[in-house]
Nanobody, 125 residues
């Protein structure tokens, strides 16, 4: 089993920054891809960013490209999402996810097998 725990969410003004973290424990994730998704009230869960654990190739949704940066610490088994120039439309619960037995990332929620409980990000003045 794999446990994922997100942290770092909160309330921030438009234009501000936040850094989300996702600590992974349990079965090793050394070769598995991981990603960030978000879900706003009344909307479906959507892809934000993802990364291959080996090699570090990354992918982003068009809505966050150039503002968000995904990274990982292989030693600490931690995934990060640096969010800059935040907008009110970025308000959502942000979830960390990991694939099982796949090295390459996907932008589809159904391709991920492990999920954290989420952390709330609210962008408002």
């Amino acid at each position: 089993q794999v446990q994922l725990v997100e942290s770092g969410g909160g309330l921030v003004q438009p234009g501000g920054s936040l850094r989300l973290s996702c600590a992974a424990s349990g079965r090793t994730l050394d070769t598995n891809a991981m990603g960030w998704f978000r879900q706003a009230p009344g909307k479906e869960r959507e892809f934000v960013a993802a990364i291959n654990w080996i090699g570090g190739a990354t992918g982003y949704s068009d809505s966050v490209k150039g503002r968000f940066t995904i990274s990982r610490d292989n030693v600490e088994n931690t995934l990060y999402l640096q969010m800059n120039s935040l907008k009110p439309e970025d308000t959502a619960v942000y979830y960390c996810a990991a694939r099982s037995n796949y090295r390459t990332y996907s932008n589809k929620p159904n391709d991920y097998d492990y999920w954290g409980r989420g952390t709330q990000v609210t962008v408002s003045s």
